[in-house]
Every structure is written in structure tokens, then in C-alpha cells.
């Protein structure tokens, strides 16, 4: 048993020795060696092996820094939850790029992704926002538990999908433009009115109990609740 042990350890030691410090976060590097982007294992990373790699799993890997990020341009998920990463520009040149997951990072109050211009899914809640910029490509927006005050998601005309749970300086959002939308999150806001007559794909939307919903004719047989969901 300890023979097999020591084999165990000086192939780890080995293979560990082998990571060079290919990016500035040696974090970073550790995460990608670990997704196996090093097909060949020759302890680096080459083109052909970028090129390869359309999804990344990094969540809680102790990231402080994506630089290099920009090399892997076939990249079309990234999930970089629970990490510490303030700085995201790295991303800015992923053009195929449409789903981003970056929850839980201690990200500055303002995010400008509106760069990458086929995201069409963002998760991106407790973060500590009260502006974020996006592309109008953008179909799901989760963003609950910032500190949005008005939320003016009309300029995303294809948005399907709006969750702003737990924002609890919110009083406002515009979806008068949003005539794809068919889910709505909104609970434990400060919004006390809510105007979704021209939202009529709408299907199911959480809102609080004392919210006053401004309907059109077609929506006035619904009544004000928690939870409507429209079939």
C-alpha cells in the first residue's frame, strides 16, 4: 500500500511540475490544466488545444484574473462563479460567446459586456450592480440580488427572460418594449407598480402581492397575485 501511495504522489508532484505559468493567475492556469485543455500533456497550451475548447467549467477555482481568456475564441460557455474576479474586458473579444455565468464575484458596480455580441444568456447575481450594459441579442438576463434602483430592459427587444429577485432598492422597470417576454421574476422588490400591457406572451411572472399591474384589455380577466402564470 504505501508503494502504491508513493506512485500516487510522485505522479501528482510530477504532473503538478509539469504546469508552467502559462497566464499571471497561476489559478487560472491550474482550472484550464484541470479541464484538460492540455490534450497533448506537454505542460502548455498550443493553438490546435484553444481552438478546441468551447466550454469552460471554472466556478470556485480562486481566479482573481481571466487574462489569456481571450485565446480560447471557439468559446461559447463559460461558467466563472464564485470566484474573484473584478475584470472582465478579457471577454470583450469572444465573439461566439452566448452564455456567461458570473455569480457571486466581487465585480465593481458597473458591467459593460455589451462587446460581446452574441451573448444571449447572462447569470450574473450578487454582484453588487446598479448598471450593466448589454447587446440587444441578449434572451435570458438573470440579475437578481444587485442593487438596481430602475431597470430599463426595453432596449433588449429579445429578451425571453428577466429575473430581478432580491434587488431590493428596485422601484422600477420598463418592459414596455419587450414583446418576446414570457418570464418575469420580481420578488422581494421595493416596485410597487408594474405595467405589462404590452407584454402579452407573458406566461409566468412572480411578483409581489401588493404590486399593481397595469393590463390591456386582453389581460383583465387575470387578477393580481404572487404567482400568474398565463397557459
Not at 33 to 45: A, K, L, P
Not at 89 to 101: E, G, N, R, V, Y
Not at 117 to 146: F, P, Q, T
Not at 208 to 221: G, M
Amino acid at each position: 500500500m504505501k508503494v502504491i501511495a508513493l506512485m500516487i504522489f510522485a505522479l501528482t508532484f510530477l504532473s503538478c511540475k509539469n504546469r508552467k505559468e502559462i497566464f499571471a493567475d497561476q489559478n487560472f492556469t491550474n482550472a484550464l490544466f484541470d479541464e484538460g485543455v492540455d490534450e497533448n500533456n506537454n505542460g502548455t497550451f498550443e493553438i490546435e488545444e484553444y481552438l478546441k475548447v468551447t466550454k469552460l467549467r471554472l466556478t470556485n477555482r480562486r481566479i482573481s484574473s481571466i487574462s489569456g481568456i481571450e485565446n480560447f475564441k471557439n468559446l461559447e460557455e463559460l461558467s466563472i462563479n464564485e470566484n474573484f474576479i473584478q475584470n472582465f474586458t478579457a471577454l470583450d473579444s469572444l465573439h461566439k460567446l452566448h452564455t456567461l455565468a458570473i455569480t457571486l464575484n466581487p465585480t465593481k458596480n458597473k458591467i459593460d459586456f455589451s462587446k460581446i455580441d452574441n451573448l444571449e444568456v447572462l447569470y450574473a447575481v450578487r454582484l453588487n450592480l446598479n448598471e450593466i450594459k448589454l447587446n440587444d441579442k441578449i434572451k435570458s438576463l438573470s440579475i437578481g440580488d444587485n442593487n438596481f434602483v430602475d431597470f430599463d430592459a426595453s432596449k433588449y427587444i429579445n429578451l425571453e427572460t428577466l429575473s430581478l429577485d432580491g434587488c431590493k432598492q428596485l422601484k422600477k422597470v420598463d418592459i414596455s418594449n419587450n414583446s418576446k417576454l414570457t418570464q418575469l421574476y420580481l420578488y422581494q422588490t421595493a416596485i410597487s407598480e408594474l405595467d405589462i400591457s404590452n407584454n402579452n406572451l407573458l406566461k409566468i411572472m412572480y411578483v409581489e402581492p401588493n404590486v399593481r399591474l397595469i393590463k390591456n384589455s386582453v389581460q383583465k380577466n387575470r387578477l393580481p397575485s404572487q404567482k400568474i402564470t398565463q397557459e
